[in-house]
Structures are given as structure tokens and as C-alpha cells.
């Protein structure tokens, strides 16, 4: 399994712009990228999941360059409801791994 | 919608019971899974189930077993209940259809204390 690092902690303004970036260097060919947000005292929720170049949903943006070896969860205009902690997998197609394996992910914190 | 619901939101019990997490979802998922979430130490996959009456362990197995009699089914099962297994359990589930990641959908959790 691709191994993922990310920065522990972020902080930010509501209204900004935010951006998370995820280094995955040995991912593999059938890897996709996907990304997940837990609120406190809830269980995680998918976001968004890419493969290359750029993925656009209506919760965020995902940002994959050429050798996929990162990639970056941009969040637009953060709001204090976007306080969570976000989480990168890097992950084969369904059926060929079923174990998810989840890292520490990043805990944004969203000040007014 | 979809969905995933763990039997009980908090639960208190005494060291050495046996204690029962059960986990059911609505969308005849095949894979099922518990973790366990500590502050600083993330998710950590305890047990999952590809099929019923499969099992297979995960990182951290010891002090816990699991039951899959039913697809739409996942029991966690603690046989003697100790204080360091006080945590929030977060039962999901995933299905192998499908293109690409399939995502997994997590039940609310449930936070045990043993004292």
C-alpha cells in the first residue's frame, strides 16, 4: 500500500482558500487518490477521489500533477463548519484491496 | 439513503464483562469493518469481514473477535472487557462494485468506557 504524508495540523480564516497537500511517492499505477473529512464524534465521510490532473465536486477540488507522486485538497472559501480533520488514501481499485488503512490525516482548524 | 448504524452512541461497562458493538448497514456492502479511534493514534482497523462468516484481522485484533452471520451484520465482540479498550469504535462498510475507490460509509461510532 502507497504510504501517505500529510502535515499534522493547518489553520485558517473563514473565507480563505485552503489547501492540503498529500505526498504519496510510491503510489502505484492502479492507485486512485481519495480523500475523506471527519467531523469531532462522527465517523469519517468521503469527499472527493481522483485519478489525475484536476477533479472538481461541490464540496472541493483536487489537484493531481503528472507523476501523481501528491497531490492537494483545495477547499474554497472555508467556512467554521469546515473544522475537521481531513484524510488522504491512496488506494487500488475496488476489490484488489479491502483493508483501507488509515493515517493520522490533517486537523484544520477554521477561526473566525 | 444509505446507511450504516451502530447499536448504541455511548456505553459504560465494567471490566471483565462481555461486551456485544453491533453493526448493521442497508446497502448489501460485502466488506465490513471495525476500527478503533484514540486521540493522537488515528483509525485503527481491528477486524474485517469480506463475506459472511469471513474474517480476517486487522492491526490491532488482541482482546477482541467478531461475528458475521448476516451480509448486512458485523458484531464486534470485546470477551473481557479491560480499561485500555475504552475508545470510540466506528464500525463501515464497502463494496467491491464499481469503478475506482469505492467509498466506505461509517456508522455514527460508538464510545465505550470501561471502568
Known amino acids: 500500500l502507497a504510504k501517505t504524508t500529510q502535515p499534522i495540523s493547518m489553520d485558517s480564516y473563514e473565507g480563505q482558500e485552503v489547501n492540503i497537500t498529500c505526498s504519496h511517492n510510491n503510489i502505484a499505477t492502479n492507485d486512485y487518490i481519495t480523500w475523506y473529512q471527519q467531523f469531532p464524534s462522527q465517523g469519517p465521510r468521503f469527499i472527493i477521489q481522483?485519478?489525475?490532473?484536476?477533479v472538481t465536486n461541490e464540496v472541493a477540488s483536487l489537484f493531481i500533477p503528472a507523476d501523481r507522486k501528491s497531490s492537494t485538497l483545495s477547499l474554497p472559501r472555508v467556512s467554521l463548519s469546515d473544522t475537521a480533520v481531513y484524510y488522504c488514501?491512496?488506494?487500488?481499485?475496488?476489490?484488489?484491496?479491502?483493508?483501507?488503512?488509515w493515517g493520522l490525516g490533517t486537523s484544520l482548524a477554521v477561526n473566525p | 439513503d444509505v446507511k450504516v448504524t451502530q447499536s448504541s452512541r455511548y456505553l459504560v461497562k465494567r471490566t471483565g464483562e462481555k461486551v456485544f458493538l453491533e453493526c448493521v448497514q442497508d446497502?448489501?456492502?460485502?466488506?465490513m469493518f471495525w476500527y478503533r479511534q484514540d486521540p493522537g493514534l488515528g483509525l485503527r482497523l481491528i477486524y474485517f469481514?469480506?463475506?459472511?462468516?469471513?474474517?480476517e484481522k486487522g492491526d490491532i485484533p488482541e482482546g477482541y473477535s467478531v461475528s458475521r452471520e448476516k451480509k448486512e451484520r458485523f458484531s464486534l465482540i470485546l470477551e473481557s472487557a479491560s480499561t485500555n479498550q475504552t475508545s470510540m469504535y466506528l464500525c463501515?462498510?464497502?463494496?467491491?462494485?464499481?469503478?475506482?475507490?469505492?467509498?466506505?460509509?461509517f456508522g455514527q461510532g460508538t464510545r465505550l468506557t470501561v471502568v
Open positions: 469481514s469480506y463475506d459472511v462468516k469471513m474474517k
Open positions: 481522483g485519478y489525475k490532473t484536476k
Open positions: 446497502m448489501d456492502h460485502e466488506n
Open positions: 463501515a462498510s464497502r463494496t467491491d462494485r464499481g469503478s475506482g475507490h469505492t467509498e466506505a460509509f
Open positions: 488514501l491512496v488506494l487500488p481499485r475496488a476489490g484488489n484491496n479491502r483493508k483501507l488503512i
